[in-house]
């Protein structure tokens, strides 16, 4: 199988067994925007409550937020997401394709490069010289591009019952205006109503740090983690859930004393990707990369990014970066608020006295969930060949899911659907369910489907209850990865699948 063909594999399945449908498709579908399915919901869940209990549940330092997508615009204001956050668009005069100048394929400057017109499908070929740029389109290959502009990732929208067209028409229709003035005047008019759709979910987390560190007490060094959407009016998405416009977070801002960031950057990058390989197959699929000097923000003055190897090459899935002062520093001076900690317990450096003010440094592991689910569902799938009962070739196809990670825990299926192995089957189901996992019951199809069914969505275990279970109280446990089946009491059943599932 082709590392491109997984990805077609994985897209299929998706699509087939519940997991990720495209949004709005009896409409014709609302290009990269998804909705996660009822196998997808619960693997994304089962990723976000287990980042979860390893960020908060499982610390002392560490505390949750669950805040508003909207938030005033002076936030974005301040963090500079209004003026910076910008990919560089290019279009190709040539196939028109739109592209980031900053992800477009690399050429010689003053080299020859050759394409054909109109694009792909086009007619004739022709060639062309690269501009000092320095790349060309990734769809035609040719050099004959638009200048870069900056385009702002940010959705804008507008808040409360205004119509920021209705009094742009009032005021351009008195004035005889250029251009560049109606422009402007429709910025002002859009401007005063204007509200963002979070681009990241960390801004919040800089905004509340006083009412968390006061409301909780918490002492420098301590955490903020949140789970949420985020929204990003992407240029090009790609990939299906890798890069959507709208996608799901996991991010923590980590305040430490100045001077301590080097060491808490340690510690997370390698908490991090230690956390990953945890739920992982195959844990050498993730590796950390340390920025390049020039690849950092500019506020930033370290940063990792946990790539993973993905059919098309190594890419990131999260980012680790050690933020300096700056986010706090820029929100204390646009609000006008001191968002500053102070340690009784530490000495001025400055001045040597007792009790120390300071801005605390920032270490943000942020991670995409959307995206991490893509990761386990290619590490996960699973191609077997093998012969069935006739003697034929056929290939099982089975997601090996970390048992935590998986949608189903175990399915309890009735052999035949009379002879009080339902009602058995039931009860059986009843007793997960009072344990709090997502095991179900299943009657649909033959057994043999009905395996196929649970190999293929990732379900680890299957519970078979037959003629004999009520005779015996004895069921078959079947195993998703090696297909062993054994004949246990239920009780035993029912333990060895919580204890596999919990452990
Ligand atoms: P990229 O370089 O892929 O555009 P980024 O460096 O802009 O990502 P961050 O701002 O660091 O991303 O966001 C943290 C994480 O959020 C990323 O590592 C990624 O997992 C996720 N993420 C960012 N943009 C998207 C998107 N458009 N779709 C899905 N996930 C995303």
Redesign the pocket.
Known sequence: MSELDLMTKIVSLCKRRGFIFQSSEIYGGLKSCYDYGPLGVELKKNIASEWWRAMVYEREDIVGLDASIMMHSDVWRASGHLSGFNDPLVDCLNCKERFRADKAPKAEPGSEVEFIVGGKSGGKKATGVVEPCGYVCPNCGSASLSDERQFNLMFRTSYGPIDPLGSFVNKISEKDLSPDEIRAELERCIQSSAVYLRP?TAQAMFVQFLNIQQTTSMKVPFGIAQIGK?F?N?II?EHF?????E?E?M?MEFFCEPGTQNEWLDYWRQARIEWYQKYANEPEKFKLRQHDKDELAHYSDDCY?IEYLYPWGW?????I?SRTDYDLSKHAESSGVKLSYFDQQKKDPKTGKNGWRYVPYVIEP???L???VLCYLLDAYCEEKGTDAKGQEKTRVFLKLHPKLAPIKAAVLPLVKKDGQPERAREIVKKFQIEGLNVRYDETQSIGKRYAKHDEIGTPFCITVDNDSLADGTVTLRDRDTCDQKRISVDEAIASVIKLVRS
């Open positions: 990241e985020s990003r992407e998405t859930v890798f890069r959507s416009c996608f977070q991010e990014d890419d990131e899935l999260e980012g970066a942020a991670a995409g959307t995206r991490a």
